[in-house]
């Protein structure tokens, strides 16, 4: 599952919601991020009453959906999963997890939550 990369967008900060700063998205695939990107703006763009952790739905496919926990929820890295695997303990977390949250077609919805950073001008280094 090669097609995940770690994507970051300007989003507004999360103090005065004026400014941009860059805020992790976390590893998506294209079509996720797209996704992803496409719902954050909606929820931006509608008002300014939003919370600073943004969640979005990701649907994907059950391997998708292995990979994305895998990395996102379970802070693996690549070189990790290919070097030294995975805990047995995680992949039954994994698999339940999937479990409840499969649709009636087969997908995978999983909750994606997006933390709004800091401008310079309200969080200055």
């Known amino acids: ?3 995940f990369n770690l994507y970051t967008a300007l989003l507004p900060c999360f103090d005065c919601r004026q ?3 860059e805020a992790s998205l ?4 294209p ?3 797209e996704s992803v990107l496409e719902q954050v703006n909606a929820i931006v763009n509608d008002s300014n009453d939003y919370p600073d952790d943004i969640v979005t739905t990701i ?3 059950v391997d998708e959906a292995k990979y994305y926990l895998l990395l996102n929820a379970f802070a693996y890295s690549e070189e990790e999963m290919q070097t030294t695997g995975v805990d047995p303990d995680d992949l039954v977390e994994i ?4 479990k409840t ?3 009636a077609d087969g ?3 999983l909750d994606h939550e997006i933390a709004l950073q800091g401008c310079n001008a309200c969080c200055p280094e």
């Open 1 to 3: 599952m090669s097609n």
């Open 19 to 21: 400014q941009k700063a």
């Open 26 to 29: 976390g590893w998506l695939t």
């Open 31 to 33: 079509a996720m991020h």
């Open 59 to 61: 649907t994907c496919s």
């Open 95 to 98: 698999e339940r997890e999937i």
């Open 101 to 103: 949250s499969k649709n």
């Open 107 to 109: 997908m995978i919805e």
